[in-house]
Nanobody
Framework: QVQLVESGGGLVQPGGSLRLSCVTS????????VGWYRQAPGNQRELVAT???????DYTDSVKGRFTISRDDAKNAAYLQMNSLKPEDTAVYYC?????????WGQGTQVTVSS
């Protein structure tokens, strides 16, 4: 079992920045991948960014060049730096962690981009 706790969401104006954090209950280096999904009202959950063991990263096209995912193994934490935020980035952001056997999810944190 893996618990994940997100933080860092909030209200920001278009063009602003936020940094999301995800702290895991077990060694993050033991997870095959850690990442972020998001879900806006009426939409399906969308994979935003992933970082795998070894440091390989993937991003959905709409956030490339604006979002950066990273991890700190010493703190068992992953981060999503979000810059140049747009209203369409508004959603609940969920951290996930992947083991060989299962995926685990955090409770989500709301990100609202509005003037």
């Amino acid at each position: 079992q893996v618990q994940l706790v997100e933080s860092g969401g909030g209200l920001v104006q278009p063009g602003g920045s936020l940094r999301l954090s995800c702290v895991t209950s077990r060694s993050i280096s033991a997870l095959r991948a850690v990442g972020w999904y998001r879900q806006a009202p009426g939409n399906q959950r969308e994979l935003v960014a992933t970082i795998r063991t070894g440091g390989n990263t993937d991003y959905t096209d709409s956030v490339k060049g604006r979002f950066t995912i990273s991890r700190d193994d010493a703190k068992n934490a992953a981060y999503l730096q979000m810059n140049s935020l747009k209203p369409e980035d508004t959603a609940v952001y969920y951290c996930y962690g992947q083991t060989v056997f299962s995926n685990y999810w955090g409770q989500g944190t709301q990100v609202t981009v509005s003037s």
